[in-house]
């Protein structure tokens, strides 16, 4: 080899060497965090506002602590408002330029709140990688209009929950869940005592066939006779008098607490304080029996808690509160959640198999509708109300019940449509 | 004999028919302070008793250590900042009132009687839309998540019924004691100081209740406006206690108790005055 | 008075006379000039109002005539409507559950005039049974009964909610322990316990119950200020002549308390009316609305609503009822006033 071949095989192997040094670097041994080390020690404060309490406030607050010790530059005030209060506190202070980073609610605000551009999608700050590890139902909830607007934190349906000492054998199905509720009353303990909030009742609706939208988001709950049967089955149970159905949080609440109720509906935002009261290994969490009518499974509306960004925040203060929303959701403080809160994940890489009673919310929620988060869906819950109130109360025949609650729905939806208009 | 047996007879009827009253009266109360010593905490109680068994005055020693989950703040700072906005809303509702009601009692000039009618409109107005640009007009003024603007708010919404309650009062007061006054070389602010203040104590302090009540207890502006805990409230705290689902009776009973305790002395202090000062002076002679 | 409504409007609102001042041959400018003073005692209220009430108030009726809902907070160039929110109100053709106006309206007006005959019943009968000469325990008894209206109504509320709880409230376990049928759903049960008053449900009693007990107390002590001035001689020529303890209280007590009992009974008509505690944290309006007045219909159509521009348009309606009403009652009670 003449050496003037050696010094080409020397360059070539060293631009090669080179180039690959260059390119490892640059893609930072594939991870994905761009070393801006300039920025991240700028202090930025975000502010979170929620109305989280009891042991979820203890997660946020430790998450914070957490977070903020990796992060020095980062500073996060959290503030806690009534639930009632959030949603009117977070428009009007949004609406005047002003707000939090952050905003902790229902998925149900996520539809007034965009069309009002007080929210910011946060498809810029994730990618298919990331939402990999998300429940797809979850993810489907928080999309509108191709955008994704919120982070799912939990998610949450209701299901069945029972006392392992009364419940024995768990009813397949609504006839035999009702021989089993009447077998089980005796003096003041009562085999079911239901909820009959829409919200709770929603699953056999459903399993009934009723529909709630058509393609052009009006409301067709009327059509078909879902509702009719549903409605029917409702007000079988209210003339039961073994059997408490009543449009009544509470009452259900104390009930179970107290070890006089075998079975209710609830989701899994109680069962902590159920397990404190009873025990752990005496409270059961299952799918509500298929509904005998029509043979189909309950399926309850599948509901998420979400983290919103407010649109007022600069650019800066979005980065900072989506790396902030990321670590909330990832598999740590999700796990948290998990653990110290009941809430069910809305991030897969949880590990839930050491909860029986988380698992028997996932097992229901195979059969779970994602709720709807169009602003159409602000409309349905007090007409549908209205309907079951009147029917066990004897005020209203099931027909008449569903008709005037789609006329109702219908009527608030050309209202709010015709009122956008400019 | 027959008589005085009547008489006693009567008087026994009419104490039970007071006592009957008081009884309902005060049953509620009883009822918050047998629901603060209960130490379940729960929910939801089973049974009327006065005194729970186990009583114990753990829920007030809960709720003073820890008033607001959502923040380190201490019962002192917010019983301090409640204090400041209510004090602060008493006393110039009725130095702004008093100062306006004398207007309008004692000078007859245009737009007097427009606004004793636009006061009226403010008083019989629901204005809950208004909270909207309430909002928008205290941020621009950057007193809104202060404690200065609450007091704003608060006095603004007192003004109405203080300055047509002591105008009215005022009326009833004689010019001629002014006249004296200013015959004697006072003038016209030495006149409503010297004379006309001190002889209508009963109304200002029916102005000064009013204002202190409506700062102390107001919960919903302050949670629309406030941002930051070292700023809150007790009466936003206690709104905040009555959970989405279900409520700590026993911590929301001895909170309660605490908050109202201030206000029932007040009114315990200022009784004799609230009769008198309400009723347009008319029972004066 | 007659002609000039402008004029009259006040004079028939304030009890107070005024001595009318002839300003016709004075100019304007030369009025202002003379009541500097008076100016400069009102401008710290004036201002205070103008900037927290004044506008907002003025916003809101501008609002009334738009389409503002949540979608204008951040962008404020709502459509304007005309009159359609002030007509949809009237049809109750507002996307809003329950909303019936009309039978918002007739409960308001029901509510307010049986709350206070109670008040006003309750408060005088407790007055006169504590003016009665030399009567043991009277400032002990009155120290108690001006309680509930000494603790704030909002908590007052919040108690009496829990205390109409089906299971679980305090009303219902005294009713217990007394033999009496004790499962009164109060909040919850939409049927009518009386059936020709249809449009009272149980909640109705439920807050009636709070607010009869939260209100009584200001017209005792109303009363109780009042009976003061009746000058005992009075009764002592009444009884020289024969007169019964009855025909006492309806010929001379009454009467002469109507003047002093006048303007608490407007004030107390006007808090009732919109007495947005008891109602909103009691019975929440419910069930199915059948216990909303108009204030807790109108933030509610705020709050979680957010139609800003039908709830201006709502204020407005009922300012103009309570206008209505106030003038009524005003001629009323003038009327009568005469013919003593």
């Known amino acids: ?397 099931p027909e008449d019940a569903i008709k005037t609650a789609q006329d109702a729905i219908n009527k608030k939806i050309q209202s709010t449509r015709n009122s956008s208009k400019k | 004999m027959k008589p005085k047996v009547k008489v006693k007879f009567k008087h026994l009827l009419l104490h039970l028919y007071v006592i009957f009253w008081v009884a309902v009266a005060i049953f509620p109360i009883l009822w918050v302070v047998s629901m603060a010593l209960d130490p379940r905490n729960i929910s939801k109680p089973t049974t009327l008793t006065l005194i729970p068994p186990g009583a114990t005055v753990d829920s ?226 | 008075m007659k002609g000039n409504f402008k004029v009259s409007l006040p004079f028939l609102l304030m009890k107070v006379e005024d001595k009318v001042v002839n300003y016709s041959d004075i100019g304007l400018w030369e009025q202002i000039r003379r009541n500097k003073l008076a100016y400069r005692y009102i401008l710290p209220a004036a201002i205070v109002m103008a900037i927290v009430t004044a506008y907002p108030i003025i916003y809101q009726v501008w609002m009334a005539f738009t389409n503002f809902t949540v979608v204008n907070l951040k962008n404020p160039h709502p459509a304007f409507v005309g009159l359609k929110n002030f007509i949809d109100i009237l049809k109750n053709n507002v996307p809003l559950e329950n909303f019936n106006f009309w039978r918002t309206l007739t409960f308001d007006v029901i509510w307010t005039f049986i709350n206070v005959f109670f008040h006003v019943t309750i408060g005088i009968s407790l007055a006169v049974a504590l003016n009665t000469p030399r009567f043991a325990a009277k400032r002990f008894y009155r120290s108690l009964l001006i309680i509930p209206w000494a603790v704030p109504a909002y908590i007052t509320a919040l108690i009496w909610k829990n205390m109409f709880d089906t299971q679980f409230g305090a009303v219902n376990l005294l009713l217990a322990k007394l033999g009496l049928p004790h499962n009164i759903a109060w909040l919850t049960n939409p049927n009518p316990p009386i059936h020709f008053l249809s449009i009272l449900p149980y909640s109705f009693y439920a807050c009636l119950i709070t607010n009869v007990w939260l209100g009584f107390p200001f017209m005792m002590v109303v009363a109780s200020g009042a009976l003061q001035s009746v000058p005992k001689e009075l009764y002592e020529a009444a009884r020289i002549d024969g007169a019964t303890e009855r025909q006492q209280f309806f010929e001379i007590t009454l009467p002469l308390i109507r003047f002093a009992m006048t303007p608490a009974i407007m004030l107390g008509l006007i808090w009732t009316f919109n007495q947005f505690n008891v109602i909103y944290l009691v019975s929440g309006g419910g069930p199915l609305g059948e216990t909303e007045i108009l204030v807790t219909q109108a933030y509610k159509l705020v709050n979680p609503a957010g139609l800003f521009g039908v709830a201006s348009a709502f204020g407005l309606i009922v300012f103009v009822i309570l206008l209505f009403i106030t003038l009524v009652t005003n001629r009323v009670s003038k009327a009568t006033e005469s013919v003593i």
């Not at chain 1, 999309?143 to 419940?167: H, I, W």
């Not at chain 1, 003096?187 to 066939?209: E, S």
């Not at chain 1, 029986?356 to 929620?365: A, C, D, R, S, Y």
């Not at chain 2, 206690?241 to 409520?247: A, E, K, S």
């Open chain 1, 1 to 397: 080899m003449s050496s003037r071949q050696n010094a080409v095989k020397k360059i070539v192997v060293l631009a090669t060497v080179v180039m690959m040094l260059v390119s490892v670097s640059l893609t930072g041994c594939g991870t994905k965090k761009p070393a801006k080390p300039a920025e991240q020690a700028k202090p930025i404060t975000i502010t979170i506002w929620h109305s989280w309490s009891g042991a979820e406030l203890d997660v946020l607050n430790d998450a914070i602590s957490k977070y903020t010790a990796a992060h020095s530059n980062v500073t996060i005030n959290q503030l806690q408002v009534p639930f009632d209060q959030l949603k009117n506190k977070f428009q009007t202070s949004a609406a005047a330029g002003e707000g939090p980073d952050i905003l902790v609610g229902p998925a149900d605000w996520i539809g007034a709140f965009t069309k009002a551009n007080l929210i910011a999608p946060i498809d810029p700050y994730v990618d298919s990688d990331f939402l990999s590890h998300y429940v797809k139902g979850a993810v489907g909830q928080v999309t509108l209009n191709g955008k994704m607007m919120a982070m799912p934190e939990s998610t949450e349906c209701v299901a069945m929950v029972y006392n392992k000492d009364l419940v024995k054998n768990l009813p397949k199905d609504t006839d035999s869940m009702i021989t089993l509720a009447d077998s089980l009353q005796t003096g003041d303990t009562y085999g079911l005592v239901y909820n009959t909030g829409f919200y709770f009742t929603a699953g056999y609706f459903f399993a009934a066939g009723m529909k709630l939208f058509d393609a052009n988001n009006n409301s067709i709950v009327s059509q078909g006779d879902g509702g009719v049967k549903a409605l029917n089955f409702l007000k079988k149970l209210s003339d039961d008098p073994k059997i408490i159905a009543a449009n009544d949080y509470g009452k259900a609440d104390s009930m179970f607490k107290e070890g006089k109720a075998a079975m209710i509906i609830n989701g899994p935002w109680a069962v902590g304080d159920y397990v404190k009261a009873l025990g752990a290994d005496k409270v059961g969490v299952a799918p509500m029996p298929s509904f005998s009518v029509t043979g189909k499974p309950f399926a309850p509306f599948v509901n998420t808690k979400d983290f919103m960004i407010n649109a007022n925040s600069d650019d800066a203060h979005k980065k900072a509160a989506m790396d902030f929303v990321k670590f909330m959701t990832g598999k740590e403080i999700e796990q948290e959640f998990f653990e110290k809160a009941k809430h069910i994940p809305s991030n897969v890489d949880v590990d839930t198999s050491s909860d029986p009673i988380v698992n028997g919310f996932l097992e229901q929620m195979k059969n779970g509708v994602p709720m709807p988060i169009i602003s159409e869906m602000g409309a349905v819950w007090d007409p549908m109300q209205t309907a079951i109130d009147s029917v066990l109360a004897g005020k209203a025949t």
């Open chain 2, 60 to 285: 007030f020693k809960r709720v003073i250590a820890h008033p607001y989950s959502g923040a380190n703040v201490t019962f002192a700072k917010l019983l301090w900042n409640s204090t400041l906005v209510s004090g602060g809303t008493a006393f110039f509702s009725v130095l702004i009132g008093a100062t306006a009601a004398y207007a309008f009692s004692r000078f007859k000039f245009p737009g007097r009687q427009a606004g004793m009618v636009s006061f009226l409109v403010i008083f019989m107005l629901p204005a809950s839309a208004a909270l909207a640009p309430l909002f928008v007009i205290l941020t621009v003024l950057h007193i809104r998540n202060s404690l200065i603007g609450l007091v704003f708010a608060y006095t603004s919404f007192t003004l109405p019924f203080a300055i047509w309650n002591l105008k009215g009062y005022f009326d009833t007061v004689p010019k001629e004691l002014e006249e004296a006054a200013l015959v004697d070389g006072c003038n016209r602010n030495m006149a409503f100081f010297k004379v006309i203040l001190p002889l209508s104590t009963p109304a200002l302090a029916v102005t000064l209740l009013f204002g202190f009540m409506n700062g102390w207890t107001e919960w919903m502006l302050a949670w629309t406006f406030l941002t930051k805990p070292k700023s809150f409230t007790l009466a936003m705290t206690l709104y905040n206690m009555v959970g989405q689902w279900n409520t700590p009776w026993s911590n929301f009973a001895a909170f309660s108790i605490l908050v109202s305790l201030p206000i029932i002395i007040l009114w315990f202090l200022l009784q004799k005055y609230i009769v008198s000062g309400l009723t347009l002076g008319s029972v004066k002679g």
